[in-house]
């Protein structure tokens, strides 16, 4: 069963007269459950995709179905709330709020999702502790290091069990050693809760991880191919 | 798709306060720029409106209750026609009021109005002469018995040191007249500080002989109902020399005269709103924008722009309520600084 279908997309930035066409006529499915990770340069258009699979962003022409609802259709806000219920993002920079405690950060997304109940802060306490940051639940973002920010935004991800994370360059910001570990973490976390992941990554040693590869070559080329298990 | 209505979340306003209290100064400086902006406006509005004020009590003190005037189109006015008011219109309430304009030789000089009034026909106007003086009625009796006394406003007199029994030299046409301090009156003048005109009040016989008026007043104040009108129409006004105007008609000299001295506040004003609303929305822009990153990062996170409008609007509330405060207290500090130069 196709999780995600991609038909026809196509998106452009404008940059005073000049346009820069960034996807041209993508076509795609990922399924449920799997790992697809997005290869490519900086610049090649992943980013894109995942804000246009999130619903930060909307394609100039083509659909998006995600888990049978076409999120091209939707206006603005309700976007904004199918994305919260729907997708877990996690960020090259993080993106912790920094007026909010660890503990606070994941209460958030919980809020936002009506799970802010006995069992969504069991949820967010069992997390913090798998990412090993239970102790620092009380710290702000600002005083934790990019590793340890990064785990917290893993867990911020996946408290309220949405049914896909999509991760943009998730160890970008960070040395080699903590990268893996992030890796292994978001790795084993989400299969651990049998996720559907898509991360964008230029980094060609994550492909191993990987059940789909799609490599961005070129402006409108999208070679799609699946591992070997 | 909607969250259910009347929920209130708690970590959205947790974010955006906590921002407010960890950036002490950029929440201080938008306080400051609204309270400059609130005071600036306020103060403005304040000395605007005593200034008004203090003309109306101004040219209230000078007709009084005065609803008519009589006057006469050749100058001065007969006082046989005062007896006919009373004789053959049967008007009572009335008083006859000599009305000079003259300079109060003191420091750079004071342009004050002198007003010569019978003391026995004036409670019915102006309640000064017969009421307010200060202490028992002394003054009175010396206004009445002696020659050259008058009264003059008790701020007038604390401004120019001017004490009971103090001679005053007044330039009167060509001459120069002598008067001698017999009273103060408590004037509404006080109410703003402000002063457009000061004047002088002493017995009409005392302004007569001070001016050579002879049999003459220079008008005959009324206080008149409609049909009292209609007789005095069809008796008095028979003579073609006099008319009558109503209080109101007689104002509109003095009010076109202070027209420049209003349009210039109001002016003012104007300035002082558009400077004032300038200082605030640029207060606020300054709050909004240091917090672009917090606002992105909420929008990140799953809030909509709904949310994040109602977040700014409380947090500006919560600032311009302070600064608000602020700013009227100064506001009115500032005011009272601008009425005092």
Redesign the interface.
Same mark, same amino acid.
């Given at each position: 069963m196709h999780y995600i279908e991609i038909k026809n997309i196509n998106k452009s930035f404008h940059e005073g007269d000049t346009v820069h066409k960034v996807l041209d006529d993508v076509n795609l499915h990922l399924n449920e459950g799997e790992l697809t990770i997005l290869l490519g340069r900086r610049g090649s258009g992943k980013s894109t995709l995942l804000n246009l699979l999130s619903g930060i962003d909307i394609p100039d022409s083509g659909q998006i179905f995600m888990n049978s609802t076409e999120i091209t259709l939707l206006r603005e806000p309700a976007r904004t709330i199918f994305r919260r219920k729907n997708v877990g993002f996690i960020f090259q920079f993080f993106n912790l709020i920094p007026t909010l405690t660890v503990n606070e950060n994941l209460h958030l997304a919980l809020e936002l999702t009506d799970n802010f109940t006995p069992e969504g802060k069991e949820r967010a306490k069992f997390l913090l502790n798998e990412v090993g940051l239970y102790d620092r639940r009380n710290s702000y973002p600002d005083v934790l290091s990019g590793g340890e920010q990064q785990r917290i935004a893993i867990a911020r991800a996946l408290v309220h069990n949405p049914g896909i994370i999509l991760a943009d360059e998730p160890t970008g910001n960070l040395d080699f050693k903590t990268a893996d570990k992030v890796i292994e973490i978001l790795d084993d976390l989400v299969k651990k809760n049998g996720k559907t992941m898509v991360m964008a990554t230029h980094s060609r040693e994550l492909t191993g991880l990987a059940d789909r590869i799609i490599e961005f070559k070129g402006k409108s080329i999208i070679v799609s191919s699946q591992r070997q298990n | 798709?909607? =969250? =259910?209505r009347g929920?209130i979340?708690?970590?959205?306003p947790? !974010?955006?306060l906590?921002?407010l209290f960890?950036h002490p100064w950029q929440t201080f400086l938008s306080s400051i720029g609204i309270m400059l902006g609130v005071a600036v406006i306020l103060s403005i509005d304040i000395a605007n409106e005593s200034s008004g004020k203090a003309f109306d009590i101004s040219m209230e003190s000078v007709t009084g209750k005065t609803t008519h005037r009589l006057l006469s189109r050749q100058g001065d006015i007969d006082l046989s026609t005062y007896i006919k008011l009373r004789t053959e219109a049967g008007i009572t309430i009335s008083a006859p009021v000599i009305e000079e304009n003259v300079k109060i030789l003191i420091g750079n000089g004071y342009t004050a109005t002198f007003l010569g009034l019978d003391p026995f026909s004036e409670r019915e106007f102006r309640n000064f002469i017969s009421a307010d003086l200060t202490g028992d009625n002394t003054e009175l009796s010396q206004l009445l018995s002696s020659n050259n006394k008058v009264l003059i406003p008790e701020s007038f007199a604390r401004e120019a040191k001017l004490t009971i029994g103090d001679t005053l030299s007044l330039k009167w046409g060509d001459g120069v007249l002598r008067v001698v301090c017999a009273g103060l009156i408590k004037s509404n003048e006080d109410v703003s500080g402000n002063r457009i005109e000061q004047f002088l009040i002493s017995d009409i016989e005392t302004a007569r002989k001070l001016f050579n008026k002879g049999n003459f007043v220079s008008h005959i104040d009324l206080i008149l109902t409609p049909s009292e009108v209609e007789r005095i129409t069809k008796t008095i006004l028979s003579n073609p020399t006099l008319q009558l105007s109503t209080a109101e008609k007689s104002n509109e000299t003095a009010k076109s005269m202070t027209e420049a001295f209003r349009l210039n506040l109001n002016a003012m004003s104007l300035l002082a709103l558009i400077v004032g609303l300038f200082l605030i929305y640029n207060a606020m822009t300054f709050s909004v924008v240091q917090r672009r990153r917090?606002l992105a990062?909420?929008? !990140? !996170?799953?809030?909509?722009?709904?949310d994040i409008f109602i977040q700014v609007m409380a947090e500006s509330i919560f600032i311009a309520s302070i600064g608000t405060i602020g700013g009227i207290v100064g506001g009115i500090f500032l005011g009272k600084i601008m009425l005092g130069l």
């Open positions: - | 798709m909607y =969250p =259910p929920k979340d708690h970590f959205i947790k !974010a955006g906590r921002y960890t917090l990062l909420l929008r !990140a !996170a799953g809030v909509t722009q709904k």
